[in-house]
């Protein structure tokens, strides 16, 4: 009974669970590896040890945890008077003439206005200079020169 369960279910030919198979065919596949071309032993002895992805750590995936904060202020122009409804999509769609690399809208307390980003200051500039009092999706918004927010120990000090 034994051998042919063994037989019916093989096991894996590389896993940390079975380490002398692993051995055999850890030699079998740097060779395949070096002959494709990525040669060396590469990180660890080409052992596989499966990992559940919230240990593997790395990114945040494509387009995730970008943001427009990785942009300079001069690149980045505030948009407000954004009609309700609308997507970041719709508003890029808008500004991607001007040379718009990323836009957001914002929800919450910044309900109505977003920010766009772009390559260079100049294309910023140019912009608010151009979008300014456009209509997007019937109601007309407005472009201007992206100013950072006050702290709340700024704001709440006495002048």
């Not at 380490?19 to 660890?44: L, S």
């Not at 001069?74 to 690399?101: N, S």
Request: glycine letters at 16%; aromatic letters at 10%.
């Amino acid at each position: 009974f034994g051998s042919s369960r063994s037989r019916a279910f093989p096991a894996p030919l590389s896993c940390a669970v079975c380490p002398r198979r692993a051995r055999a065919t850890a030699g079998t596949e740097r060779k395949q590896a070096a002959e494709m071309g990525w040669g060396g032993k590469g990180k660890g002895d080409g052992v596989w040890v499966w990992q559940p992805a919230f240990w593997k750590g790395g990114g945040y995936g494509k387009g995730k945890g970008k943001g427009h904060r990785g942009f300079a202020i001069e690149k980045k122009v505030w948009i407000g008077g954004i009609p309700e409804g609308v997507t970041y999509k719709e508003l890029h769609e808008h500004m991607k003439p001007a040379g718009a690399k990323w836009t957001e809208v914002f929800e919450g307390n910044g309900k109505g206005t977003g920010v766009a980003c772009f390559a260079t200051p100049e294309e910023a500039t140019n912009a608010i200079a151009t979008l300014n009092g456009s209509v997007l999706n019937g109601a007309s918004i407005q472009v201007d020169v992206w100013e950072r927010k006050p702290k709340a120990t700024e704001a709440a000090a006495p002048a």
